[in-house]
């Protein structure tokens, strides 16, 4: 979501060290529990479960905030047609995507192609928008970090079969519609961080229901543990994590923020092989570092300017 730094406030500046703490754990951990979710629930499903969690939780933030969605009858207002967009390149289309990744990757190798998005972000800017050309130093972060991409991807694709080639690719195009629907915000109406997040997992939850009764039976009753894994990513990463990225990037601006571009991808390794036991070879981690190297040139001309 695109949004202005405001003005700072006066409260304590660990409140925001903790917050950012907090999105870092909840983004990074997302992709081992969606693991565990997409165990017994499958990704189609599960994307629907996840929005329906995160509609509801942000449901009853903006009904206790006193906030309203804009008009929808009898004639929508303009903001429906952008926000479902978002809803569907943003959420429930990435959301599959990363949901059929997790049945054949590592969950940290799932998180390391997400965090390609700000290099695909980068790049699609630079075709699409007049105003974020690429200059020598951001071409060469762009550069620097398909080259990680292609460390990662090429030994595994050539090793891991067409399961793992296909779980690849998911994740690969995941990033690639996190990174379209940044694009889409830069030019989406202005709404309060809460009203965005519901507006964009409802119109994202109706996607995801036509999709999952389109090419998915209903499958059975999930165990508890599955059904535990779900709505976690939904409350936390999903509706949580988006009203606090736009809180934080309100308070302290993108500078700030963009730390966990590199954290997040960091903790989702970390907790991939330390809880759920994987194991990865030399190539993932020189991977992930030609990766952050490069999402750091990437960003580099955003965090000078604040």
């Known amino acids: 979501m695109t949004v202005s730094a405001a003005s700072p406030r006066a409260a304590p500046p660990i409140v925001d060290w903790l917050v950012l703490a907090a999105l870092v754990i909840a983004w990074g951990s997302a992709f081992a529990v969606l693991k565990i979710a997409v165990h017994d629930i499958p990704p189609a499903w599960n994307t629907v479960l996840r929005l329906l969690v995160a509609s509801i939780t942000l449901g009853v933030i903006c009904a206790a905030r006193g906030e ?52 695909f972000t980068a790049a699609l800017a630079h075709l699409m928008l007049a105003d974020d050309r690429l200059d020598l130093r951001r071409g060469a972060g762009v550069a620097l970090g398909f080259v990680g991409l292609v460390v990662l991807v090429w030994p595994r694709a050539a090793t891991g079969g067409a399961v793992e080639g296909l779980a690849l690719g998911a994740a690969i195009l995941g990033g690639l519609l996190y990174a379209a ?22 119109t994202g939850l109706v996607f995801a229901v036509v999709g999952a009764f389109a090419t998915t039976p209903l499958p059975p009753i999930p165990p508890l543990k599955a059904l ?42 970390l907790v991939g092989v330390a809880l759920m036991g994987e194991r990865l070879g030399w190539t993932t981690f020189a991977a992930l570092g030609l990766i952050l190297m490069g999402v750091g040139l990437t960003t580099w001309r955003s965090n000078r300017g604040g």
């Open 68 to 119: 309203r969605l804009p008009r929808l009858l009898p004639r929508p207002d303009v903001a429906w047609a952008w926000y479902s967009a978002f809803g569907l390149i943003g959420l429930a289309a990435p959301f599959f995507l990363f949901a059929f990744a997790a049945q054949g990757l590592p969950s940290a190798i799932n998180a390391i192609c997400n965090g390609c998005s700000p290099l």
């Open 181 to 202: 629907s940044n694009i889409i915000t830069r030019k989406a109406p202005p709404l309060s961080s809460t009203a965005s997040a519901l507006l964009m997992v409802l």
């Open 228 to 269: 535990a894994a779900v709505t976690a990513l939904g409350v936390f990463s999903t509706a949580l994590g988006s009203v606090g990225y736009v809180w934080l990037v309100q308070r302290r601006g993108p500078v700030f923020m963009s730390m966990s571009m590199y954290l997040a991808p960091l903790w989702a390794t």
